[in-house]
């Protein structure tokens, strides 16, 4: 059993606090994603697992044991970090058998788990090379094989793909999930990519300011975020949030309005959500939907990205700034009068003033 769980756990450096009263359970097997911008507190919480922070309130529990004054050799974890950390002077086999010499692994052992890593990862042929002869993405293997060695109870990876370009990142990010799959090892994964959340994650925690935004499977959160904050980190592009009021069966913004489909109260102040790829060319909502359900919105284009498979537009409607996701073919131009259809059913209510989903 390698579950970790962290009980009302607080990091505060100082009068500063990092992490308050942050409660999460990652199970056995599990690979969980910590997501959220720079300074969110992902990071920290990595390195109470680790070892590497001291834990100021709570406990931290690998496997059911307290590991709070544990130091992180005794802890059963390996970590990947950011920077490879790989010694330069050392082959990739040596950086691989390094960690095991330490704890006085027997020669047959320490060969039968370098090359079981070496297998898996697609580094075989460059065990005798040194790092400076290796590719970014050939040093992150090596750096991911150090930990597979350990055969520890938790893999930690602290935004290891960082400093690989867009094409490794996203061949890198597959493999570490195909891998964690087969390893069947428990991993926590820290990343401010929401991207690389929603792809490898079994499930993802979103963080804000040392707190816990939402806890829930990719599709879960994508789905139903559970604050505007949720809603527009998770997504590329992100969605679009528009303050209105309600009015009658209606929800008026500062520049058109659009169709109310719960109970709400008049005179309550909302924040509505629409994902991009609920807006654009009215005739792809209209047949499914019918008049009652869907909405025109009357915009002008300042700037259309064409990204192969889609096209972003970016238009604005009276006062309010508005991103939309169009076939390739049907993309308008910059300057253009468009009209833009709403999916008014999946539509995302918040409440003005705590932001919390209104469900």
Request: charged fraction near 20%.
């Amino acid at each position: 059993m390698a579950d970790v769980t962290f009980t009302e756990v607080a990091k505060r450096y100082g009068d500063v606090s990092v992490i308050e009263n942050l409660n999460l359970h990652i199970d056995d097997h599990e690979l969980m994603v910590l997501v959220g911008p720079s300074g969110c507190g992902k990071s920290t919480a990595l390195r109470m697992i680790a070892g590497l922070e001291d834990v100021s309130a709570g406990t931290v529990s690998i496997g059911g044991r307290v590991v709070n004054n544990l130091a992180p050799k005794d802890r059963d974890i390996a970590m990947v970090f950011q920077s490879y950390a790989l010694y330069p002077h050392m082959s990739v086999r040596e950086n691989l058998e390094f960690g095991l010499k330490m704890r006085g692994v027997a020669k047959d052992e320490m060969n039968r788990r370098v090359n079981f890593a070496a297998d898996i990862l697609g580094i075989s042929h460059v065990l005798d090379r040194k790092p400076k002869e290796l590719s970014g993405g050939q040093r992150q293997r090596v750096a991911v094989g150090r930990a597979i060695v350990r055969q520890p109870a938790v893999f930690l990876f602290d935004e290891p793909l960082s400093n690989l370009d867009a094409k490794l990142r996203v061949q890198t990010r597959a493999e570490i999930t195909k891998l964690q799959q087969s390893l069947g090892t428990t991993s926590v994964y820290v990343t401010h990519d929401q991207v690389e959340a929603m792809t490898m994650g079994h499930r993802i925690t979103v963080m804000r300011e040392g707190k816990i935004q939402q806890v829930g499977t990719p599709r879960d959160v994508y789905e139903h975020p559970a604050n505007a904050f949720v809603a527009q980190f998770i997504g590329t592009p992100p969605m679009n949030l528009l303050k209105a009021t309600v009015e009658d069966s209606a929800l008026r913004t500062s520049s058109f309005t659009l169709p109310l489909r719960m109970p709400l109260e008049p005179g309550r102040r909302v924040i509505i959500g629409i994902r991009p790829e609920h807006l654009g060319v009215p005739q792809a909502f209209q047949p499914a939907l019918g008049d009652s359900l869907s909405h025109v919105i009357q915009a002008t284009v300042d700037l259309v990205e064409p990204v192969g498979h889609e096209s972003i537009v970016y238009a604005t409607a009276g006062t309010e700034k508005l991103v939309a996701i169009f076939e390739p073919h049907e993309a308008p131009r910059a300057g253009d009068a468009i009209s833009l259809g709403v999916d008014a059913t999946r539509l995302h209510l918040f409440d003005g003033d705590s932001e919390n989903a209104i469900t």
